[in-house]
């Protein structure tokens, strides 16, 4: 189970790092902005957008918290960032 603050960590990261949110079920989502995504005490939504229409959401995904299994970084971007953070490029 991700807690509130686990999650409310990965979105104030700045700069923002793209993440892949995995679930119990297998299924992924991936969180491209941290503009997209809303927080409840026990859940979140996060907007899809619709690639082929520019800023528009294709559909909203509600997601409980109980079911977050795991983040993982888009396209190796947090490695990049956690070098930087350790002071080594």
């Known amino acids: 189970m991700m807690r509130l603050e686990d999650v ?3 979105l104030d990261t700045r700069p923002f790092e793209p993440f892949r949110i995995c679930f119990s079920d297998g299924s992924v989502v991936e969180v491209k ?3 997209l995504c ?3 005490r026990t859940s979140m939504h996060v907007a899809v957008l619709d690639p ?3 800023g528009r959401a294709l559909r909203v995904i509600h ?3 109980v079911h977050i299994v795991r983040f993982e970084p888009l396209n190796g971007e947090g490695r990049r960032t956690a ?3 350790n002071g080594r490029k």
Do not use: Y
Request: hydrophobic share 20%; with cysteine; proline share 6%.
């Open 33 to 35: 902005h941290p503009e």
């Open 52 to 54: 082929q229409k520019r």
């Open 83 to 85: 070098r930087r953070k």
């Open 63 to 65: 997601c409980a918290l």
């Open 38 to 40: 809303w927080l409840g």
């Open 8 to 10: 409310r960590e990965h």
